[in-house]
């Protein structure tokens, strides 16, 4: 599957603009820095169906006319993390579907989702049990298994998480600007069909040896209903991690050089 980025969205959050030294292999990270480091994107697919949905996710919300978002209520927080700015917004195939109607259907969906991101992101970076042991189990449990997509995040830790060399690299990572913007296709019944999670975080991790480094991570996460569950599907992540504290003054975006696909 070729490369793809993620839309990127005028008030996404703002970070750093600097190039991170680190190791430029996808699926490694927390090295000491030396060099510059290219983006790092991997690209996971759980399936052709899983696929198709967030291509029609993606198709509906680029036609989409501005409709109204709404923030999701009651999502817990998670190792103290939650994003800075989550909107929510159904996505309608009908233009009959009454849009307030349609958000009111899917917010108890869209806080689940909300709730499901908080655990990835608060686990995979921000709980100091998980990444100076690294140990990332308490992440990877949002991700389903019998449609492989937990096996593939598994193989993907350096660009889902803080990393295997976590440990030895950092003395602490605190929490950034952050970002989630969730879309939930309905049907004509306004029954929730799928949902995808587009994710902007930063983080500020302190080496060892008293450097500076801001972790970013840019993701898009495909959710379907598992047994009464919505869980991660299929994903696409990219890492562009940077020497120095974030600034507000240059996006996220950026061409990654390295990518994975399975």
Not at 36 to 50: E, F, T
Not at 169 to 174: A, D, E, G, H
Not at 206 to 212: A, H, L, V, W
Not at 230 to 257: C, E, K, L, N, Y
Request: glycine share 8%; net charge negative; with cysteine.
């Amino acid at each position: 599957m070729a490369d793809e980025q993620i839309p990127e969205t005028p008030d996404g959050p703002k970070d750093g603009a600097q190039n991170t030294p680190s190791d430029a292999t996808v699926g490694t990270s927390g090295d000491a820095p030396k060099k510059p480091v290219p983006k790092r994107l991997v690209w996971i697919g759980a399936g052709v169906a899983a696929v198709v949905i967030g291509v029609v996710l993606f198709l509906l919300l680029r036609k989409s006319d501005g409709p109204e978002t709404f923030t999701p209520s009651g999502a817990a927080s998670v190792t103290g993390f939650e994003f800075n700015e989550a909107k929510a917004l159904a996505l309608i195939t009908d233009t009959k579907t009454d849009q307030k109607k349609a958000n009111n259907a899917i917010q108890p969906v869209a806080t689940h989702v909300l709730e499901q991101l908080n655990t990835l992101y608060g686990e995979a970076f921000l709980n100091p049990n998980d990444w100076q042991a690294d140990s990332y189990d308490t992440a990877l449990a949002v991700f389903d298994e019998v449609s492989g997509a937990r096996a593939k995040a598994e193989q993907q830790l350096g660009v889902l998480t803080a990393g295997s060399s976590a440990c030895t690299t950092y003395s602490s990572i605190v929490k950034g600007d952050s970002k989630l913007q969730i879309q939930v296709l309905v049907d004509n019944l306004m029954k929730p069909a799928s949902a995808v999670g587009n994710a902007w975080f930063t983080a500020t991790a302190q080496g060892k040896d008293g450097s500076i480094t801001t972790i970013r991570s840019k993701g898009e996460y495909i959710f379907r209903n598992v047994a009464g569950t919505w869980m991660i599907v299929s994903f696409h992540v990219t890492r562009s991690d940077q020497p120095g504290v974030a600034t507000p003054t240059t996006s996220v975006s950026g061409t990654p050089s390295v990518s994975a696909t399975p």
